[in-house]
């Protein structure tokens, strides 16, 4: 291992003292007793959830073993409840030396309600410490980079703008608390593995690009379970294919060495604390304990092969170095080693105690529990209206209009927000706007247009054309207290997020107990009636968000009503996914006046377009307008007069006002834009069917696109989506049944 002695010769008694004094890379010898302290407690955690496995005292485990000595360098050379950790599930002896306890993890293992992590939520090794700034984690090997990249974002923008980090009164500021440092530094780390994973390659272009204060720490064991690195990364060598990143500090280092890693995260994080740029962190490790203990390795790796590694294994290294160094002797090591056990002991007995949840807990915390976007209090009148008493009638404006004059008051009354996504600013060489040279773009919709011009270029930004760079980064910055409210340009552009919209974002709050949460927006501009929008600019697909608990779900069919949801959404203390149907930015129909900075709409209160008695007609977004076309048309011709419900938000939805409009009219037509089968109005249908069976007087029945990619064509489009003659045919049919 690296030491640095000090140079001066001494006479014998100096010896004593100077040997007392030595340090190692800037470790003491009493910090370096702490080390093995830490990784030996580490394994031995390992070690006896092992045993608690078998014995079927928890229900799964897998260890940090053979990365303890890295982990203990980076807490050593981090700061808890400083700097901030996005950490891995090998992070064991990293949350050890920040100062998690093995009763935390302990308890986390056996599932109790106790544990600080997830209240018996996840899966051990799933780290979460609030209080140290380490940010729940998950199981996608990779999503937790892009939120580590957002995270350091979070800290640079508070630092340059110190009052937005205040508390703002009636919205989510009342329940975010923000803390920044300016020279705070975020650990990042993954597995050699993860590396493949394309988020990552996105997290190190953005700090890269940015220059943001990210470590990196990829964490090689030289497998991903049973697939060895040659097979992950081309040429073997994750250093060498990251090389070309500008601004980076590189180091690669044998990471079973507690002292060599120290000194070079020491180096890496004073540059990224300095502004300098990322860094890049690569440590060689092994894996002595198979990849969990459902795996077995020996089917994969020969013996030569493990015990090869065997000898580099980080505890042996350094109770060896402990002793050839006269750090602590043999008996020294036995007296450390007996009180970890002691110690330890007794945190199985707590844990082994502890109480499990109650199953009354699960549904708690899927969204936040301190504000309500439902509340009867967000019901507001639009100003337009005593506007319109005044005699001064505004002028109506379109959902374009009031969407963007919706971003435009938020952004002026919360400094959290920023806006970005593809194509969002007007100009990212904003010495262009600045001269006058050009107009600016503001969106493909010009949805943000002008933005970037009143509030800035850190408010308002272009990302990369990268989908989960989005979103990822967006959940980092939320996590933080700043309230992204970014942009996806088509709704067919939205998987490559995915991972992120479904496995993150609406699970930080639930799966940490409410330890962390990541309200933001993600506006979307979707559906098709565009007439050549073809198969990659039509695609709705609603239900596969409403499927997923702790999204809010939100889709107006109007100016007003997007103004004011969208307003309850930035104010909101959940996520948000905001859906623009584009046939319906630019219509004249549901053009409204400019509601004023204040007009807000609850979640989950659908709108009674026209009221009627012989049939419920339920539906959202572009087929409202067509819905009511079909509707008046029905009336007209033959007297048949329909209730037709606007849901306006999908999740959560408006079942009161379903069920008290179906008990009334005996008859349901759920029509959506979204393919038929398994759409959203299924769900709806299935209520119906189910909950109010003795109102019907006619089967639940639906309208909706036919089970196949829109086409480009309008002949064809025409066919495959729902038009307003379906809607008629069909609600005739249901009057008549
Ligand atoms: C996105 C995703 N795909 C697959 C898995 C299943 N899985 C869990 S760990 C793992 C291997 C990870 O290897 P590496 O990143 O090298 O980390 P190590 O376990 O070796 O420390 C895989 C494939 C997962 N958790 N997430
Ligand atoms: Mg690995």
Redesign the pocket.
Known sequence: MATKTDPKPAGAADDKIRSADKTYEGLSRAQLIEAYRIMYTSRRVDDREILLKRQQKIFFQISGAGHEAVGVAAGFAMKPGYDWFYP?Y?DRALCLALGATPLDMLLMAVGAAADPQSGGRQMPSHWSFPKLNVVTQS????SQILQGVGCAEGGRYFASHPQAANKGDGDYRQFKDVQFQGDEVTYVS?????TS?GEFWEALNTASNSKLPVVFVV?D?G???SVPVEVQTAGGNISRLVAGFPNFHFEEIDGTDPVASYAAFARTVAYCRAGDGPGFVHAHVI?PYS?SLSDDERLYRPDAERERDATRDPITRMQMFLIREGILDEKGINKLEKQVEDDLQVAVDQALDAAPPTPDTIMRFIYSPDLDPTSPALQTEPASAALAADGKKAAPKTMADLINATLRDEMRRDERIVIFGEDVADASREQYLNEKLIKGKGGVFKLTYGLQHDFGSDRVFNSPLAEANIVGRAVGMATRGMKPVVEIQFFDYIWPAMMQLRDELPLIRWRSNNGFSSPCVIRVAIGGYLTGGAIYHSQCGESIFTHTPGMRVVFPSNALDAAGLLRTAIRCDDPVLFLEHKRLYRETFGRAPYPGPDYTIPFGKAKIVQAGTDLTVITYGAVVPRALQAAQKLEREHGVKVELIDLRCLNPFDWDTIADSVSKTNRALVAYEDTLSWGYGAEIAARIADQLFDHLDAPVRRVAAKDVFVAYQPILEDAILPQAEDLLRAMKELAEY
């Open positions: 891995y090998r199981s996608p090997t990779g993954l597995g050699d593995g993860a994973e964490q064991n497998y991903a379970i894996r990849h």
